[in-house]
């Protein structure tokens, strides 16, 4: 345990502070961040297995935790088997700014969450996308204009102009040099923690979700943005745990909305605007700790 604690207070002191986000600081990063790295740690699986205080005090919300695979092995967890990798995002904080941003994070996470380190692997391939414009199409006769033994007027000698610009886009992935994994801090509610629930049927977990709601937001917001961050992430970074969990929310959306008479012919309009404006924000830098909504894992 000292030795533990020893790692911590030394961990950043050489410029290699990196910390692993698997839940809400993938869309939203911590503050003073100068590198931002998606990849995925091993040995880990996401549930959402912890309470959190996207909810009510007599109404907990749900959030993402990781259990450590050998321990989740002796759960019974019947709905979604394990994947090898649970992906995310690992940011770089500078030296200068470690102290702040660990004692933000160590308030913020103190609903049960604790400290651990775990190897991180930067994911494999980068994509490039371009959208070269092709040759223009030669012009074309118009019969009728500008054509010998036609009355037409001559102006433009005889065509239309189909010279518009096309494009096409190509989209290339190619292979990195492989990289040695990076010794990343991760902020970990453990099974011995009182906020930790065990295993949850994904129904019941799903309904829970959707009516859970508290001083950081709506809880099914926060599970709507880490299956679209994820997905942002790689071709690979799913979840099926969190998209089972998304697909029963929308399905009983629906089944609510249908009972109470609504139209749904819009499909996301189902959605309130707060949503969809969250869904489309951009990803950026906060300057400060005080510019930090929230950070969660």
């Known amino acids: 345990m000292a030795g533990h604690e020893a790692e911590i207070d030394e961990f950043g002191q050489k410029d290699e502070f990196w910390l692993f986000g698997y839940g809400s600081l993938i869309w939203k990063p911590p503050p003073h961040y100068d590198q931002r790295v998606p990849g995925y740690i091993e040995g880990y699986v996401r549930r959402f297995w912890q309470v959190h205080h996207r909810g009510t005090p007599s109404a907990p919300g749900r959030v993402a935790t990781l259990i450590d695979h050998a321990h989740w092995s002796t759960l019974t967890d019947v709905h979604h088997a394990s994947s090898e990798r649970v992906w995310g995002a690992a940011y770089h904080i500078p030296s200068s700014h470690v102290a702040e941003v ?72 190619k292979l990195e040099t492989q990289v040695p994994p990076i010794k990343c801090l991760v902020y970990i509610g453990l099974p011995e923690n009182p906020q930790f629930l065990g295993p949850q049927d994904p129904d019941g977990l799903a309904r829970h979700i959707l009516k859970s709601r508290g001083p950081s937001g709506e809880n099914r917001e926060y599970l709507f943005l880490l299956e679209k961050s994820l997905l942002e992430l790689s071709k690979d970074s799913g979840d099926d745990h969190v998209s089972d969990l998304v697909r029963r929310c929308r399905e009983i959306e629906a089944e609510e909305a249908t009972t109470k008479g609504e139209d749904l012919s819009g499909g996301d309009d189902a959605v309130d605007s707060k949503e969809r404006e969250s869904l489309g924000e951009p990803l950026h830098r906060h300057g400060s700790t005080e510019e930090q909504e929230e950070v969660e894992k």
């Open 102 to 173: 660990r004692e933000y994070l160590d308030i913020r996470e103190i609903n049960g969450y604790s400290i651990q380190f775990t190897p991180f692997h930067p994911a494999p391939f980068t994509t490039s996308i371009s959208s070269p414009p092709t040759s223009p199409p030669p012009s074309t006769p118009v019969p009728g204009i500008g054509e010998a033994g036609t009355g037409g007027s001559g102006l433009g000698g005889g065509h239309r102009s189909m010279r518009s610009i096309t494009a096409s886009t190509t989209i290339f992935a």
